[in-house]
């Protein structure tokens, strides 16, 4: 038979048994402690990113206020006169366009586009297909346009045809076409070479000619994006 003395402890086993008690309370605690601080840490965080979401969309919308009241400014400086061409959307023959063509439909007063890099202007467009189908435009609609978008700025990566078909085009001394002045407008007939090619890009089926009527204006004052604006969104989206 065990006796009772048997079931007692000594002094030394019961320190050793208080000092794994204490330890055990030490690291509930810590872990406790943990698990509040990093929920405190990410509550702090997310308050702060709120905060940060929230000043941004205030600086985002003084922003745009700006960029729709200088876009509706130039609508209504420029609509009436553009929308008046919208009747040159036509079907045409896709098998007949081998070369690139244009056509004046109205002699700018402004400076003219020279060079093919020459990128210091603004556009309003219309594009279309063979078959009559628009695939882009800068009229809000064809047949009852109330507004013009936000202007196309000049660029280097707009398809070859574009920017050769609004460019002075001269060879060996021979021009075959002035360059577009500013506040021009002209239709560029596009052969499928010198638009997309073999490639389907978007709602533009594969070697598809394109046309376009093209009107430049001078380039838009540039509406700055405020620092803290760019700063706000580098932070939150990266």
Do not use: C
């Amino acid at each position: 038979m065990i006796k009772n003395d048997e079931l007692k402890t000594s002094p030394k086993q019961r320190i050793v048994i208080m000092l794994i008690a204490i330890f055990m309370l030490g690291s509930t605690f810590a872990l406790y402690a943990g698990i509040v601080l990093n929920y405190g840490a990410k509550t702090e965080s997310s308050q702060v990113d709120s905060e940060k979401q929230a000043r941004f969309e205030e600086l985002y919308a003084e922003y745009d206020e700006k960029v729709q009241a200088q876009t509706n400014e130039l609508s209504n400086l420029y609509l009436s006169e553009f929308s008046s061409y919208a009747g040159r959307v036509k079907a045409f023959n896709a098998a007949g366009v081998t070369e690139l063509k244009v056509e004046d439909l109205k002699v700018g007063s402004g400076r003219e586009i020279t060079e093919i890099d020459d990128i210091d202007y603004a556009a309003y467009y219309i594009g279309w297909l063979s078959d009559e189908t628009v695939f882009d435009m800068s009229l809000d609609s064809l047949t009852d346009p109330t507004k013009l978008s936000s202007p196309l700025y000049g660029s280097t990566s707009m398809i070859q045809g574009w920017l050769e078909g609004i460019s002075r085009n001269e060879e060996d001394g021979t021009v075959y076409w002035e360059g577009m002045r500013i506040g021009g407008i002209r239709e560029i007939t596009i052969p499928s070479a010198l638009a997309y090619g073999a490639t389907e890009q978007g709602t533009i089926p594969a070697n598809s000619p394109l046309k376009f009527v093209v009107m430049l204006i001078e380039t838009p004052e540039e509406i700055e994006v405020p620092a803290e604006l760019e700063q706000l969104y580098t932070e939150l989206y990266g």
